[in-house]
Each structure stands twice: as structure tokens, then as C-alpha cells.
């Protein structure tokens, strides 16, 4: 089973400031990785498929970058609406495996 | 739209078994693969079963292989996934979700709201 280790677990910004997640794969995964943000309350919502390629209708401000075993979601500006749980996930192997989650909190 | 729409959740007792069902709408069911997600309470995301979108091909996380049977019904438009032998440990938040593509086991782009299983005596 592939282990994805997001790090950091929490992240304190201010809106307007740059976020930088992390996600690293126990083995190299190509880059068949995605990232997806997850609001209290709500299900899942797909931000970055494939290590790079947003989904439809994802902000340009969200942005996706690695291959290999080492990935990076980056939020060039925090707007309010995106404190939030982000998860990466592969879909290199089965069974498919998520991340545990960074948690993106207002400071 | 495209929407999913999760139904079948409830309060089971151990041993006890369950169906969920997803209703699909708006996109051309037969062409995608789809997929079963959970999330335990305060926990994170766990995939749990994919099934390709003809429906001869199924995958499941080893937590719940034999007791856990994925199917779909093109020609109604619905995912569905019967639980047997549930254990405390299956209570979650389900989730049905639309595979991005017709690749089977490929990420997910839209998602239900989920229902809720509780296994508690």
C-alpha cells in the first residue's frame, strides 16, 4: 500500500498570505496525484488532478506542482472561503490511498 | 447538473447489513467509473470500492473485502454497495463519487453528500 504523508497537519495564515502543503509518497507515484479541500460539513471537492491540472472551475490561485514521491498544492493568495482540510490522494496502485490531511486554519 | 444523490444510510447493529444506494444524474452514467468513499467521524478520507463503468471490474480496500459488495445499474443510473457482517469501526459518513474520466480508478470529480452508517448495539 502507498503511504501519502501530508505535512504540515495544520497551517496558521492570514487571507492574502501564500500556503504551501505538502504531500510525499512511500514510493514513486508518477504523477498520478491529486488534491482535493474539504469544508466542515461538506463532501470533497476535486482542486488538482495529475499532479498540475486544475478541475474545472478551480481559482487559477490554487496550483499544483511534483512527480515522483514529492508533491506541492500552492495557494498563491488565501481567500476566506479556502481555510478548509486539504488531502492529497494517488491513484498509482490500489488500493487507492489519501493523505491524512492538512488542515488550512485562520491565524 | 451533475449531481449524486446517497441514500440507505442508518443505525445497524454489529452483524447487521446495509445497502446504499447513489442516484446519478445529469452525465452519461454507463461511461465512468464510480466509487464508494468514506470518512469515519473527525477522522480523514478512505477510499473504500471502485467499479469500473461497464461494471465487470471492482476494487476494494482490505478493511472490507468479503463483507462489502460494490454493483451499479446503468440502465437505472445508480451505484450501489451492500454491507454485511458491519463492524463498529464501518461507522462513517459515505460518500459516492464520479470518476473523472472513463479510466477505471481514476480521481474523483464529483460527489454525492453522503449518508451516514452507524453500527452500534
Known amino acids: 500500500e502507498i503511504v501519502l504523508t501530508q505535512s504540515p497537519a495544520t497551517l496558521s495564515l492570514s487571507p492574502g498570505e501564500r500556503a504551501t502543503l505538502s504531500c510525499r509518497a512511500s514510493?514513486?507515484?508518477?504523477?498520478?496525484l491529486a488534491w482535493y479541500q474539504q469544508k466542515p460539513g461538506q463532501a470533497p471537492r476535486l482542486l488538482i488532478y495529475d499532479a498540475s491540472n486544475r478541475a474545472t472551475g478551480i481559482p487559477a490561485r490554487f496550483s499544483g506542482s511534483g512527480s515522483g514521491t514529492d508533491f506541492t498544492l500552492t495557494v498563491s493568495s488565501l481567500e476566506p472561503e479556502d481555510f478548509a482540510v486539504y488531502y492529497c490522494q494517488q491513484r498509482s496502485n490500489w488500493p487507492r490511498t489519501f493523505g491524512q490531511g492538512t488542515k488550512v486554519e485562520i491565524k | 447538473e451533475v449531481q449524486l444523490l446517497e441514500s440507505g444510510g442508518g443505525l445497524v447493529q454489529p452483524g447487521g447489513s446495509l445497502r446504499l444506494s447513489c442516484a446519478a444524474s445529469g452525465f452519461t452514467f454507463s461511461g465512468y467509473s464510480m466509487n464508494w468513499v468514506r470518512q469515519a467521524p473527525g477522522k480523514g478520507l478512505e477510499w473504500v470500492s471502485t467499479?469500473?463503468?461497464?461494471?465487470?471490474?471492482?476494487y476494494y480496500v482490505d478493511s472490507v473485502k468479503g463483507r462489502f459488495t460494490i454493483s451499479r445499474d446503468n440502465s437505472n443510473n445508480t451505484l450501489y454497495v451492500q454491507m454485511d457482517s458491519l463492524r463498529a469501526e464501518d461507522t462513517a459518513v459515505y460518500y459516492c463519487?464520479?470518476?473523472?474520466?472513463?479510466?477505471?480508478?481514476?480521481?474523483?470529480?464529483?460527489w454525492g453528500q453522503g449518508t451516514t452508517v452507524t453500527v452500534s448495539s
Open positions: 514510493q514513486s507515484i508518477s504523477s498520478l
Open positions: 467499479i469500473s463503468a461497464g461494471g465487470g471490474y471492482t
Open positions: 463519487a464520479k470518476g473523472i474520466s472513463g479510466t477505471t480508478g481514476s480521481f474523483m470529480d464529483v
